[in-house]
């Protein structure tokens, strides 16, 4: 069949975690540098829809195309591996530790930032004919999402940081949901549809992405947009991350393992048999 039960698609997210733990340093680096770099491009896809037809929409509904890519082609983000990574460990593969697990998510953090940072780079070179003239009206609005998702939060203060940090948890909710779509089944039309629901829904409700950000707002610096470095880690990237791998690991990645790997009794244990 085509579609994998929840049992078999939950065992193929555990093997996936286990495999990534053990991946040497330069295919992990390697394949997280493509996934940053081909999620940009489709994250600029999406603005320039947005910029060229007036509707969210519709960039919306075109930005899982690189998602649906880079997974098909085996690539990986972190958000996907904050999920997948730990459920190795919490199954007690063989080899796995602690320290394995925050490895590779420290090889994926800096490739796909990587990945992301050359696009950004050429986004901004393209936008602005070498940087001769201020940006065209894509990379203008670029630049505005840099300054609306850093100085709008640091407006509202704690608030604002509590804000930033839960819209992290909701993306990877989504996000790891879409990750799982890509085990599902075994046709790519259906692994493509698995994925694409779950991403459209988190780019069309804004929800925060750590590495959709390593995009945007490395960008917006470079088109000369008004905030700083330390205002795009500490008001955006660092507390978006620590968001994206509670969202991913308690709403998708415990809930599965926990319900369809560690499963409870299916009925409850007669009292006489017990005693």
């Known amino acids: 069949m085509a579609y994998l039960a ?51 929409l519709a960039g919306a509904l075109m930005f899982p195309v690189g998602f649906s890519m880079l997974y098909l082609l085996g690539f990986d983000l972190l958000t996907g591996v904050f ?26 953090f800096v490739g796909n930032f990587l990945g992301a940072l050359t696009v950004a780079f050429m986004m901004a070179y393209v936008t602005t004919f070498g940087f001769t003239q201020d940006p065209d009206k894509v990379g203008t609005a670029i630049g ?5 998702r850093t100085l709008g939060y640091a407006a509202h203060g704690l608030s604002g940081m509590a804000t930033l940090f839960i819209r992290g948890m909701l993306c990877n909710w989504m996000v790891s949901t879409g990750v799982v779509g890509a085990m599902i089944s075994t046709s790519v039309p259906g692994k493509v549809i698995a994925m694409w629901m779950p991403i459209f829904l988190f780019f069309y409700m804004v929800f925060e992405h750590s590495v959709v950000n390593m995009f945007l707002f490395p960008a917006g610096l470079m088109l000369h947009a008004k905030f700083s470095i ?39 244990i007669p009292v006489r048999a017990a005693a």
């Not at 065992?11 to 390697?30: N, P, Q």
């Open 6 to 56: 929840p049992a078999e698609f939950v065992t193929k997210m555990v093997d996936a975690g286990e495999a990534k733990v053990f991946m040497s340093t330069r295919d992990t680096v390697i394949r997280a540098y493509m996934a940053g770099a081909i999620l940009a491009l489709a994250a600029w896809m999406a603005v320039t829809i947005n910029i060229n037809t007036g509707q969210p």
């Open 83 to 108: 999920v997948l990574a730990p459920l190795a460990l919490l199954d007690k593969r063989p080899g796995v530790t602690t320290g394995g697990v925050l490895r590779n998510w420290g090889l994926v």
């Open 144 to 148: 505005n999402v840099g300054e609306a």
């Open 230 to 268: 330390m205002d795009y880690f500490i008001w955006n990237e660092i507390p978006t991350a620590l968001g994206n791998l509670v969202g991913g690991l308690a709403f998708t990645g415990l809930t599965l393992y926990t319900t369809h790997v560690r499963t409870a009794p299916k009925r409850p």
